[in-house]
């Protein structure tokens, strides 16, 4: 862990806090050594309630930590609520939404389990902690209107209430990925 990345995520939280987002900092553990930051994102589209963001600043190999390079990952698990047949549909509906998306990418995980959205970055060294958290507050903000864009309809098709090809008939999915 470079020394400022518990600092930027401090500073990150001290922010969102006083923005109104409910935030908690998860501490390293055996399983996952390394600093997390959770930011409570809500609401999501007109019925879809509150997801939890998780930033975290991945470990590297030290030759690579030492010349100022960092991962910083951002993970949300949206739901783990797929309908029957809805992996295969969500999969679809992803791979489209993915090659025109300006950061990130949604994802099926766990063998079908589960819909996510994910999006990691590598970081210098910036100038000032102070720098740092600017810039990651402002990445905490698209990740919110990609989150907001996209959700409902995302999982719309995660309960088997659209097919993919529906959900890419209809807005927003429709002005943004060609048609095939």
Same mark, same amino acid.
């Given at each position: 862990m470079? &020394? $400022? $990345?518990?600092a930027?995520? =401090?500073?990150?939280?001290?922010?969102?806090?006083?923005?109104?987002?409910?935030?908690?900092?998860?501490?390293?553990?055996?399983?996952?050594p390394? =600093? @997390?930051?959770?930011?409570?994102?809500?609401?999501?589209?007109? $019925?879809?309630?509150?997801?939890d963001?998780?930033? @975290?600043w #991945?470990?590297?190999?030290?030759a690579?930590?030492?010349s100022g390079? !960092?991962? #910083?990952?951002?993970?949300?698990?949206?739901?783990?609520?797929?309908?029957?047949?809805?992996?295969a549909?969500? &999969?679809?509906?992803?791979?489209? /939404? $993915?090659?025109? /998306?300006p950061?990130?990418?949604?994802?099926?995980?766990?063998?079908?389990?589960?819909?996510?959205?994910? =999006?990691n970055?590598?970081?210098?060294?910036?100038? &000032?902690?102070?720098?740092?958290?600017? =810039?990651?507050?402002?990445?905490?903000g698209?990740?919110?209107?990609? #989150?907001?864009?996209?959700?409902?309809? /995302?999982?719309?098709?995660a !309960?088997?209430e #659209?097919?993919?090809?529906?959900? /890419?008939?209809?807005p927003?999915?429709?002005?943004?990925?060609?048609? @095939?």
């Amino acid at each position: 862990m470079h &020394s $400022d $990345d518990a600092a930027v995520l =401090h500073g990150l939280e001290e922010r969102l806090l006083a923005a109104g987002l409910p935030t908690r900092v998860i501490p390293p553990t055996d399983d996952t050594p390394f =600093h @997390s930051l959770v930011v409570r994102l809500a609401p999501l589209g007109p $019925d879809e309630g509150t997801v939890d963001l998780q930033l @975290s600043w #991945l470990p590297l190999p030290e030759a690579v930590a030492a010349s100022g390079a !960092r991962v #910083l990952q951002a993970f949300v698990e949206l739901t783990t609520a797929l309908a029957p047949g809805a992996a295969a549909e969500l &999969s679809e509906l992803v791979s489209r /939404l $993915d090659l025109v /998306l300006p950061l990130g990418a949604f994802g099926v995980g766990g063998g079908g389990r589960f819909l996510y959205f994910k =999006h990691n970055a590598l970081y210098l060294e910036g100038p &000032s902690v102070a720098d740092e958290v600017q =810039h990651l507050d402002r990445a905490v903000g698209f990740y919110y209107f990609e #989150l907001n864009l996209f959700l409902a309809p /995302l999982l719309a098709v995660a !309960r088997g209430e #659209l097919g993919a090809a529906q959900a /890419l008939a209809r807005p927003p999915f429709d002005a943004l990925v060609p048609r @095939s």
